[in-house]
């Protein structure tokens, strides 16, 4: 399976500034995935990023908020932006196995402090 | 529309006695299921996949689960529970047919486990 490196691994911001967060991936991937996963809570797909297009969001996530770069098969960024207390959550990406439905891969997580 | 129910927020067992986490799914015909384990600090680690082969899937760390058409459930259980795997689970659904969102992940069951 892929192995992911996610960076930072944690970080303190101060509210109304912006954090980008990196993923990169062994190997080529066709889709990669951000998830937002608040304290005590389960994961919530915000986003799914193509190579090439722009990002499909889920309900209740915006490009202007989480805009999300993918410049190439192996790499992908999120942008938390103009960040609130609220935002305080641990941010993940994730890829598809191969073949599909071997099962996803994440990485390690960057978790986020807005304060 | 899919959707995961795991039916016990935490459990606390005794060291050395069996596991059983529960979760129940709503999906199409042919689903396919995840567990997945977080430990404290780290990222989703993938414990076991079924994804329509035989139904008694067994995983790491000793884990198996049962897929269960006619319950549409899929628990995840270890014969004897070691300390190491007191952390998170999510049980994990994934439709390719009903749409964009790839994983739909349930609230989580936190298993302590007492010495």
């Known amino acids: 399976s892929a192995v992911i490196s996610q960076k930072p691994s944690r970080d303190i911001c101060q509210r109304g500034t912006s954090l980008t967060i990196q993923c990169q991936v062994d190997?080529?991937?066709?889709?990669m995935f951000w998830y937002r996963q608040q304290p005590g809570q389960s994961l919530t797909l915000i986003a799914t990023a193509n190579q090439g297009s722009e990002a499909t969001y889920e309900s209740g996530f915006v490009i202007d908020k989480f805009p999300i770069s993918r410049p190439n098969l192996t790499f992908s960024t999120l942008t938390v932006s103009n960040m609130s207390p609220e935002d305080s959550s641990i941010y993940l990406c994730?890829?598809?196995?191969?073949?599909?439905?071997?099962?996803?891969?994440f990485g390690s997580g960057t978790r986020l402090t807005v304060v | 529309a899919q959707s995961v129910t795991q039916l016990d927020s935490h459990v606390s067992v005794s060291e050395g006695t069996p596991v059983l986490l529960r979760c129940n799914y709503s999906s199409s015909y042919s689903p396919s299921l995840f567990w997945y384990v977080q430990h404290p600090n780290k990222g989703l680690q993938l414990l076991l996949k079924?994804?329509?082969?035989?139904?008694l899937v067994k995983g790491i760390n000793g884990f198996e689960a049962e897929f269960k058409k006619s319950e549409t459930s899929f628990h995840l259980t270890k014969p004897s529970a070691h300390m190491s795997d007191a952390a998170e689970y999510f049980c994990v659904v994934s439709d390719p047919s009903s749409g964009n969102t790839p994983l739909v992940f349930g609230k989580g069951t936190r298993l302590s486990v007492i010495a």
């Open positions: 079924y994804t329509s082969a035989a139904t």
């Open positions: 994730s890829v598809e196995g191969v073949p599909r439905n071997y099962g996803y891969t």
């Open positions: 190997s080529q991937v066709t889709m």
